[in-house]
Antibody
Framework: EVQLVESGGGSVQPGRSLRLSCAASGFTFDDYAMHWVRQAPGKGLEWVSGITWNSGGVTYADSVKGRFTISRDNAKNSLHLQMNSLRTEDTALYYC????????????WGQGALVTVSS | QSALTQPASVSGSPGQSITISCTGTSSDVGGYNYVSWYQQHPGKAPKLMIYDVTNRPSGVSNRFSGSKSGNTASLTISGLQAEDEADYYCSSYAGSNTVLFGGGTRLTVL
């Protein structure tokens, strides 16, 4: 059974940093691209960032480009999101998601890590 | 990177069929056969219902079907059931390994 478990969420002040992690199990982690998707309270889904199986390709939404960095450790079956210069609008539940194929379809999701940015 | 356009809400009675639209541009929905649909119940993670425009993952009811015409994709749910009441999101590959989501549609089963 595929399991994705996020950690590292919390409350921080604007301008500070936070690092999210996602522990993966139940599948061959280095066979798949992985992504982060977020959902602000009461709002819709927003794709944040993606990384290819070998870290050769990383992409970001315009809203986080230059502030967030995605990475993965295939030896440890883990995905990470380093979030710097956090803004109040970054407040959201951050989901780790496994890509099914090439086209941005996500067939497995974690339960999410809540990030709250507030002064 | 503008969000795809979905109706805010749709409703239907048990047994009826409903369709949710998802409108993008030639740079996303119209340019690739990589449209997905997700179902999200309150407090739960999204669940993949349709991928690559028309394909259903194993375990998803055949009451759910997807299609696309030009820059607009659609999700049809036939034989509506109470458990179908949820939020539905479309997504599309948008080139350069980026993904766009729609704003979401709240389905109410009357």
């Amino acid at each position: 059974e595929v399991q994705l478990v996020e950690s590292g969420g919390g409350s921080v002040q604007p301008g500070r940093s936070l690092r999210l992690s996602c522990a993966a199990s139940g599948f061959t982690f280095d066979d798949y691209a992985m992504h982060w998707v977020r959902q602000a309270p009461g709002k819709g889904l927003e794709w944040v960032s993606g990384i290819t199986w070998n870290s050769g390709g990383v992409t970001y939404a315009d809203s986080v480009k230059g502030r967030f960095t995605i990475s993965r450790d295939n030896a440890k079956n883990s995905l990470h999101l380093q979030m710097n210069s956090l803004r109040t609008e970054d407040t959201a539940l951050y989901y780790c998601a496994k890509a099914k194929g090439f086209g941005g379809d996500f067939d497995n999701w974690g339960q999410g890590a809540l990030v709250t940015v507030s002064s | 990177q503008s969000a795809l356009t979905q109706p805010a809400s749709v409703s239907g009675s048990p047994g009826q069929s409903i369709t949710i639209s998802c409108t993008g541009t030639s740079s996303d929905v119209g340019g690739y056969n990589y449209v997905s649909w997700y179902q999200q119940h309150p407090g739960k993670a999204p669940k993949l219902m349709i991928y690559d425009v028309t394909n259903r993952p194993s375990g998803v009811s055949n009451r759910f079907s997807g299609s696309k015409s030009g820059n607009t994709a659609s999700l049809t749910i036939s034989g509506l059931q109470a458990e179908d009441e949820a939020d539905y999101y479309c997504s599309s590959y948008a080139g350069s390994n980026t993904v766009l989501f729609g704003g979401g549609t709240r389905l109410t089963v009357l």
